[in-house]
């Protein structure tokens, strides 16, 4: 009798220790372990950037705006390519490659599109992960376009956005690049200048009226300026290339189209071999 009760507890000391191997060896259980009720089911079909893809969803190919996040721009002829734009896009196919099955919880009935025409979604990885969680987490996007209702996950992904600006990821690196209307794409590219060069003017006209731009410069020095509209860079009369007179200014006017769309477009300006980068609000 008394072997057997010693048999047996070595069985139970035994089975403890694999069970609490196992437990310490198991991978952590996110937020997002498992579908929510109603997801449907859909395929990655193209990636477009870090918060927006293209799925076969009931047998068409349907694109996506993810919720409530919003990363750095890789395609836009505005912006160009923004600092950690191109870090998402790679993020997104490592998460979401081509083919893989996920899961989608669209936007509340009567608001499942943008004004684009997309479909509006939470995005489910094939490993029940909730997509717009990870990337904010990992620190390649900013909590944004908070419209109600399509608020489920809000407190979640802020949380992960103070987790990550915490710890300085991604997009938090660069001090005061991420606003609460976008990303400063100027910060990166004047981030530690040579020479310093005074801009003034005013960028915030409405359509049909005339935009200006100044900048203090030595005399003679050389500069271009370029406007980039939806359509391309503008042809413009008062653009182009000019020299810096003796009162050590450079100034460019011209007038924005009465047809220009509503919207913030880039103004690029390169002078002493920098590029700087400016925003011309059409109101």
Not at 69 to 81: A, L, N, Q
Not at 219 to 248: D, F, P
């Amino acid at each position: 009798m008394h072997s057997l009760r010693k048999v047996l507890l070595t069985v139970t000391l035994a089975f403890s220790l694999i069970l609490s191997s196992s437990l310490v060896a198991a991978p952590a259980v996110t937020q997002a372990a498992s579908y929510p009720k109603g997801a449907v089911a859909a395929t990655i079909a193209k990636e477009v950037d870090g918060d927006s893809i293209y799925v076969r969803l009931h047998g068409k190919k349907v694109e996506i705006r993810m919720l409530l996040i919003d990363t750095p721009e890789t395609h836009d002829p505005r912006y160009g390519v923004e600092p950690y734009g191109p870090t998402a896009s790679a993020f997104a196919k490592k998460e979401l490659p081509v083919g893989s099955h996920i899961r989608l919880q669209e936007g509340v009935k009567g608001h499942r599109y943008d004004k684009y025409h997309r479909l509006l979604a939470f995005i489910y990885t094939a490993r029940g992960h909730l997509y717009n969680y990870d990337v904010i987490r990992a620190g390649y996007a900013r909590v944004a376009y908070v419209y109600k209702p399509n608020t489920q996950h809000l407190s979640s992904l802020r949380a992960a956005q103070n987790a990550a600006k915490k710890k300085k990821l991604g997009i938090w690196k660069i001090k005061g690049y991420v606003t609460t209307g976008g990303y400063r794409y100027q910060v990166h590219t004047l981030k530690k200048p040579t020479t310093a060069y005074r801009i003034s003017g005013g960028l915030t006209v409405s359509r049909g009226q005339y935009a200006s731009v100044t900048v203090a410069a030595k005399k003679g020095t050389k500069a271009t300026i370029k406007v980039y509209y939806s359509s391309g860079a503008s042809k413009a009369k008062g653009l182009g290339t000019k020299y810096a007179g003796s009162n050590g200014k450079i100034t460019w006017k011209w007038r924005v189209g009465t047809n220009t769309k509503k919207g913030k477009y880039r103004v690029v300006i390169k002078i002493g071999g920098k590029s700087i980068t400016k925003y011309l609000y059409v109101k």
